[in-house]
């Protein structure tokens, strides 16, 4: 029987109590056990504690989270944040180089919201800190004084760009998505396929170009509720099965070399 996938899930630098600790969602972790089917472990922010290489040896594939951090802008030679931006130095040590080495190493990749903004940064690109303050784009931000239910439901249309990803595994040219965001992409990466934008032209989601692996950044939430939204489980069921391809050549390779 094949085993379930590993995949690695990231951790934000958060206090709890007196005490520092490394925390994830539970709708990550459970969105990768219920509709990815695989193993979730979550990965700490270690910063240079770890070599990149040493946990993709471990790893199947990596979701890249969301955080109500941002990533700190001298990753993207932006402009000093606004005074109380909440940052997490050690996740953005632990997750950028992370990026880099799974996308080389063709390890499936699943970035969202901040995660999506990590793959963009890690692989050059840069960000918008205050969409809302552009002047080109709508408020992409939740309205926070409403319950999690209104924070996270469907809030605008995004066009799938033709021949990417997102068409390949199923989706629709046009569906709708949730919008929990206050900073977006600027300029998108070298090497970044952008796969779906809003109706204000802010890009939505990437994918890598030419990659060895499934790498896919979203800027919306598709592990909220991923069970009842089609589009949503259709992502997470995309890189499980990435993941486990990814496994069963793992494992073959392990045998090949035990013989």
Same mark, same amino acid.
């Given at each position: 029987?094949?085993?379930?996938?590993?995949?690695?899930?990231?951790?934000?630098? #958060?206090?709890?109590?007196?005490?520092?600790?490394?925390?994830?969602? $539970? #709708?990550?972790?459970?969105?990768?056990?219920?509709?990815? %089917?695989?193993? @979730?472990?979550?990965?700490?922010?270690?910063?240079?504690?770890?070599?990149?290489?040493?946990?993709?040896?471990?790893?199947?594939?990596?979701?890249?989270?969301? +955080?109500? +951090?941002?990533?700190?802008?001298?990753?993207?030679? =932006?402009?000093?944040?606004?005074?109380?931006?909440?940052? $997490? @130095?050690?996740?953005?040590?632990?997750?950028? @180089?992370?990026?880099?080495?799974?996308?080389?190493?063709?390890?499936?990749?699943?970035?969202?919201?901040?995660?999506?903004?990590?793959?963009?940064? %890690?692989? =050059?690109?840069?960000?918008?800190? #205050?969409?809302?303050?552009?002047?080109?784009?709508?408020?992409?931000?939740? @309205? #926070?004084?409403?319950?999690?239910?209104?924070?996270?439901?469907?809030?605008?249309?995004?066009?799938?760009?033709?021949?990417?990803?997102?068409?390949?595994?199923?989706?629709?040219?046009?569906?709708?998505?949730?919008?929990?965001?206050?900073?977006?992409?600027?300029?998108?990466?070298?090497?970044?396929?952008?796969?779906?934008?809003?109706?204000?032209?802010?890009?939505? %989601?990437? +994918?890598?170009?030419?990659?060895?692996?499934?790498?896919? =950044?979203?800027?919306?939430?598709?592990?909220?509720?991923?069970?009842?939204?089609?589009?949503?489980?259709?992502?997470?069921?995309?890189?499980?099965?990435?993941?486990?391809?990814?496994?069963?050549?793992?494992?073959?390779?392990? +045998?090949?070399?035990?013989?």
């Amino acid at each position: 029987m094949a085993r379930l996938p590993t995949i690695g899930v990231t951790a934000c630098i #958060k206090p709890v109590g007196l005490h520092a600790s490394h925390t994830c969602g $539970d #709708k990550y972790v459970r969105a990768v056990a219920v509709a990815a %089917a695989g193993l @979730p472990m979550i990965i700490p922010s270690l910063g240079e504690l770890f070599k990149p290489t040493q946990i993709l040896d471990g790893l199947d594939g990596i979701l890249f989270t969301g +955080s109500p +951090s941002n990533v700190e802008p001298r990753h993207y030679a =932006g402009a000093d944040s606004t005074p109380g931006t909440l940052h $997490d @130095p050690e996740r953005d040590a632990t997750t950028l @180089p992370l990026i880099r080495a799974a996308v080389a190493a063709g390890v499936p990749v699943l970035g969202i919201c901040r995660g999506f903004q990590e793959l963009n940064v %890690a692989l =050059g690109g840069s960000l918008h800190q #205050k969409v809302h303050e552009t002047g080109t784009f709508m408020d992409h931000r939740e @309205p #926070k004084d409403q319950p999690v239910e209104a924070q996270y439901a469907l809030r605008h249309a995004v066009a799938v760009q033709p021949g990417g990803v997102l068409q390949a595994i199923g989706l629709p040219a046009q569906l709708q998505v949730n919008s929990i965001h206050a900073q977006g992409i600027d300029r998108v990466a070298p090497g970044l396929r952008i796969e779906a934008v809003a109706p204000d032209g802010l890009v939505e %989601a990437v +994918s890598v170009e030419g990659g060895g692996g499934f790498a896919l =950044g979203l800027q919306w939430h598709p592990e909220w509720q991923v069970l009842d939204n089609p589009h949503y489980l259709a992502i997470f069921q995309a890189f499980g099965q990435a993941c486990r391809q990814r496994a069963t050549q793992r494992d073959a390779a392990a +045998s090949r070399t035990a013989i």
